[in-house]
């Protein structure tokens, strides 16, 4: 079993900045993915950025340039950096991750990978 608790929601201005973190406690397995989802009132949980265990991200097209994913490795937790936040990020997003093995070293999380482990989600919330 693998625990995640996410932090740094909160409240921001358009423009501004946030920086979320996901705290892994809990089973540790080797070449997995994690990654950032969110969910806004009314629509469909979707991937933000996925994370590899050597390091490759992945971004939503809707978030890159903006977003920087990345892994406090020797913590065990993976951060979120959100600039230029707009009101669509309004979302309370999740952390994730995978107990499945990747094969391939240097490639990207596969889009169908299977996050069965999750956070319990953190609100933010971008206002005009």
């Known amino acids: 079993q693998v625990h995640l608790v996410e932090s740094g929601g909160g409240s921001v201005q358009a423009g501004g900045s946030l920086t979320l973190s996901c705290s892994a406690s809990?089973?540790?397995?080797?070449?997995?993915?994690m990654a950032w989802f969110r969910q806004a009132p009314g629509k469909e949980r979707e991937a933000v950025a996925t994370f590899t265990f050597d390091g490759i991200p992945t971004y939503a097209e809707s978030v890159k340039g903006r977003f920087t994913i990345s892994k406090d490795n020797a913590k065990n937790t993976l951060h979120l950096r959100m600039n230029s936040l707009k009101p669509e990020d309004t979302a309370v997003y999740y952390c994730?991750?995978?107990?499945?093995?990747?094969?391939?070293?240097?490639?990207?999380?596969?889009?169908?990978?299977?996050?069965?482990?999750w956070g319990q989600g953190t609100q933010v919330t971008v206002s005009e």
């Open positions: 809990g089973d540790r397995y080797i070449r997995t993915c």
């Open positions: 994730a991750s995978g107990s499945q093995w990747l094969a391939k070293v240097g490639t990207a999380c596969p889009a169908d990978y299977p996050y069965i482990y």
